[in-house]
């Protein structure tokens, strides 16, 4: 089992940054892929970012490439999201979650998922 709590969320204006993290217990997440997914208002959840289990690799959604950078620490079993250049699309409930192996961008291939951190983009 995988707890995953998620933190960082907040309000901030259309050019802004956030930093999002997410503090994992229970099982070591350094044997689990890392990704963050959202969830705008009447929309589905969507892909945003994976890293790899190591770190070595990433792979983002093309809307946030260049803006957005996922990083881990596996020492301290945290995942984090570093936006940039937020942009009211954006807005969303973001997710973090955890797959047991390698990365996906699929979202029913994660077992274990926190609540979820709002985040707002004013315009």
Do not use: H
Not at 75 to 85: D, E, I, P, R
């Amino acid at each position: 089992q995988v707890q995953l709590v998620e933190s960082g969320g907040g309000l901030v204006q259309a050019g802004g940054s956030l930093r999002l993290s997410c503090a994992a217990s229970g099982r070591a997440v350094s044997t689990y892929a890392m990704g963050w997914f959202r969830q705008a208002p009447g929309n589905e959840r969507e892909f945003v970012a994976t890293i790899s289990r190591n770190a070595a690799t990433t792979y983002y959604t093309d809307s946030v490439k260049g803006r957005f950078t996922i990083s881990r620490n596996n020492a301290k079993n945290t995942v984090s999201l570093q936006m940039n250049s937020l942009k009211p699309e954006d807005t969303a409930v973001y997710y973090c979650a955890a797959k047991y192996g390698f990365f996906t961008t699929r979202q029913y291939d994660y077992e274990y998922w926190g609540q979820g951190t709002q985040v707002t983009v004013s315009s």
